[in-house]
C-alpha cells in the first residue's frame, strides 16, 4: 500500500484511559478499598445516622412481680373519660369446692363496675372460652383487704374479699399486685359512682 492511500483512510482516535494519581512524578494504578477499610467506613456512617436519635426505654408490662399491672384511660359513649385499671389476681369463691373455686384471670376496675374475666375450665365449656363475672358497686355490702399464707402461683398473697347482695357466701380475689393502690382505686371509683362502700382496712389473713 502506498503512502498516498494510507493517508487517505480514516483514523479513529483511541478512548482517553482515566487519569491516575502521582506519586513522586510517578503513575500509580488506583487501588481498591479493602474489606477492612469498608467495614469501616459502613460504622461510621451508622454511628453518624445515629446521632441526635433519643433512646426511649420499653414500657414497663410489669410491676416486677411478673404480674400484670396496666391502667388505661379510654373514652365512653358519651366521649366522657373511662379509666380502667387491670390486674391479674386469682378468684376464690366460697360457695364451690376445692380445686372448682379457684379461676386464673384478669380484673378489670371501670367506672360503672368491677369484672373478672376468666379462662373456663376444660370440663365446663368448649377449649379456650372465657367467661366473666360482673360486679357491679352498689352490690358490694363489704370490702375487705386480705392477706394469704398461701402461695398462688408466682403472685402476691396480698387481696381483697368482696361480700355481695346475691351470695351467701364471699369471694376472695387473691394475687393482686399493688393491692391497696387497686382498693383505693376501686373505693374512690365507686365514690364517683355515688357509691358509698363498706370497708375493713386491716388485713386478715387466711
Known amino acids: ?33 479493602s474489606p477492612a477499610e469498608v467495614i469501616s467506613a459502613l460504622k461510621n456512617a451508622s454511628s453518624k445516622a ?28 358519651d366521649g366522657e373519660d373511662v379509666i380502667k385499671i387491670t390486674r391479674s389476681c386469682v378468684l376464690v369463691d366460697k360457695a364451690k369446692p376445692f380445686p372448682r373455686n379457684m379461676s386464673t384471670g384478669t380484673l378489670i376496675l371501670s367506672d360503672r363496675l368491677m ?35 398461701k402461695t398462688f402461683l408466682s403472685l402476691t398473697g396480698k387481696g381483697i374479699e368482696l361480700k355481695l347482695a346475691y351470695r351467701k357466701k364471699t369471694i ?20 364517683i359512682a355515688d357509691v358509698e362502700l363498706a370497708t375493713t382496712n386491716i388485713d386478715h389473713s387466711f
Not at 414500657?59 to 411478673?66: A, K, L, R
Not at 404480674?67 to 388505661?72: A, G, I, P, R, V
Open 1 to 33: 500500500m502506498s503512502l498516498s492511500m494510507a493517508s487517505a483512510i480514516p483514523c479513529s482516535p483511541l478512548p482517553s484511559r482515566p487519569s491516575t494519581p502521582l506519586l513522586g512524578g510517578t503513575r500509580v494504578a488506583a487501588r481498591p478499598p
Open 50 to 77: 445515629h446521632e441526635g436519635v433519643e433512646q426511649v426505654e420499653p414500657d414497663e408490662t410489669t410491676d416486677g412481680t411478673g404480674t400484670n399491672s396496666e391502667t388505661d384511660i379510654g373514652l365512653d359513649d
Open 115 to 149: 369484672t373478672f374475666r376468666f379462662r373456663q375450665p376444660k370440663n365446663y365449656g368448649p377449649k379456650n372460652s372465657h367467661d366473666a363475672l360482673e360486679i357491679p358497686f352498689d352490690e358490694i355490702l363489704e370490702l375487705k383487704k386480705i392477706r394469704s399464707l
Open 172 to 191: 376472695q380475689l387473691v394475687g393482686i399486685s399493688k393491692r391497696d393502690e387497686f382498693y383505693e382505686s376501686l373505693i374512690e371509683t365507686a365514690r
